[in-house]
């Protein structure tokens, strides 16, 4: 069995900007306005909303629509 190679990485294209997978076209949109009780937690809950999207995610539900060579 073939071990989950896929990384989050920030991405930056004409269209996006934002955190991405390395194995497909996943990309983390946070949902509605930032909120917390300081700068630091608002940091926090982004933070574990994008780690726990990008795991739940499935690389074969978002297809790259192109190739591109890495
Ligand atoms: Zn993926």
């Not at 983390?28 to 700068?39: D, R």
């Not at 574990?48 to 074969?60: G, K, L, M, P, Y």
């Amino acid at each position: 069995m073939k071990a989950m190679r896929r990384k989050l990485v920030w991405l930056e294209r004409q269209n996006f900007q934002g955190w991405g997978c390395t194995e497909c076209a996943w990309a983390f949109n946070p949902l509605g306005p930032a909120v917390g009780h300081s700068l630091e937690d608002m940091k926090t809950r982004y933070e574990i909303q994008r780690d726990t999207e990008f795991r739940s995610h499935v690389c074969a539900e978002h297809p790259r629509a192109t190739k591109s060579p890495s």
